[in-house]
């Protein structure tokens, strides 16, 4: 049934194939409300697949569902009675933390292979806040990776609409002021702020993007090319550049569009995400802070005709960051300019600094 629903994603929605994708997700949405998909979700795993292409669909579905559901955090927080199975939000969590694993890494695998780390990026990009240039062309993609970083995106909409719909019944509740005594039940935004991987790695560090996403180079930096069409796959603003003269480390179109379609949403919903945890939680401010974070929020906060909104998610990130934290106000406050965008958009060194 996954399979055939996948097929029909794209029908219209007059046509018998439409009609037919509507009985089948009204079947997953009964799925989804009696608290079956944890379950479903776990059957269909395959034994060394971090994700299988019907768990993604799947995905797609629960995502589909929750987004449009006012009571998205009551489904996802409940428990079937009589089970040892976690709600849908705790499987979700543990998909999150295995899907961001993979993909670090993936990317660290492939950026070895080229002869650099993630590391030296970051530290590059945040202690001159201009791109590391020369970094060596990723050799060993791995072909996996355009589908689960799919996964990941997903499982990622997923937590956060259930922690905002949470939040808003919250705020709901609090302002009607009810006396009325009721079990008191762990928030989404606390469950993910404790959350760790196995490798002991907390999911507040796996959102700090550069770390987890970096900015990756095929070679000089170049002139950027001109935005995609509507239509096209979304580009990470720094994946597209290629090798400069004599086509050496020029990647083939189609790995190209592999890359750029793996990345296109990673970064815009790991930072969405990051300000959304980091909102009145001091706890937060300070584990981002300590693990470079700050100044990795600062370098998204650019506009980016390939990653739409993904500048907007960052300044709200950057401002739940600074709020009320002094100690990364200092931060901000140490960073001083050392380039500037010139008329093509590519980030030039400021002389004499």
Excluded at 38 to 56: G, S
Excluded at 98 to 105: D, E, F, G, P
Excluded at 202 to 225: C, H, M, Q, S
């Amino acid at each position: 049934m996954l399979d055939r629903i996948a097929s029909l994603f794209e029908a219209e929605e007059s046509s018998e194939e439409g009609r037919a994708f509507d009985i089948g997700y009204e079947i997953f949405q009964r799925l989804i409300e009696a608290g079956l998909v944890a379950d479903l979700y776990a059957r269909l795993t395959v034994d060394d697949e971090v994700v299988t292409p019907h768990q993604t669909t799947l995905l797609k579905l629960v995502d589909s569902y929750l987004h449009g559901s006012q009571r998205a955090h009551e489904v996802a927080l409940a428990r079937r009675p009589g089970t040892d199975r976690g709600s849908l939000f705790d499987v979700l969590t543990e998909a999150f933390m295995a899907l961001a694993s993979y993909t670090q890494n993936a990317i660290k695998g492939a950026l070895a292979s080229g002869g650099s780390s993630p590391a030296t990026n970051s530290e590059a990009t945040a202690s001159t806040g201009v791109e590391a240039q020369g970094t060596g062309p990723l050799q060993n993609l791995d072909l996996l990776l355009p589908k689960v970083c799919e996964a990941l995106v997903l499982v990622t909409q997923c937590l956060t609409t259930v922690a905002l719909r949470a939040e808003e019944a919250a705020t709901a509740r609090n302002a009607a002021a009810s006396l009325t005594s009721e079990p008191v039940q762990a928030s989404p935004m606390c469950i993910l702020v404790a959350a760790t991987a196995s490798t002991g790695q907390g999911l507040v560090e796996g959102l700090v993007v550069d770390a987890f996403v970096p900015r990756i180079t095929y070679g000089k930096l170049v002139k950027r090319p001109d935005a995609p069409p509507a239509q096209a796959p979304e580009w990470g603003r720094s994946d597209a550049f290629v090798e400069g003269a004599g086509g050496a480390g020029v990647l083939d179109d189609a790995k190209k569009a592999q890359v750029a379609q793996a990345f296109a949403h990673v970064k815009r919903d790991l930072v969405r995400l990051l300000g959304i945890l980091a909102s009145e939680n001091r706890a937060v401010q300070d584990r981002v802070r300590e693990s470079g974070g700050i100044p990795v929020v600062m370098n998204l906060c650019v506009v980016d005709d390939y990653n739409p909104y993904m500048r907007e998610h960052a300044i709200f990130a950057l401002r739940n960051l600074l709020h009320g934290n002094a100690e990364n106000q200092a931060v901000v406050d140490s960073i001083k300019p050392v380039g500037r965008w010139d008329e093509e958009r590519i980030l030039r060194e400021i002389g004499g600094m």
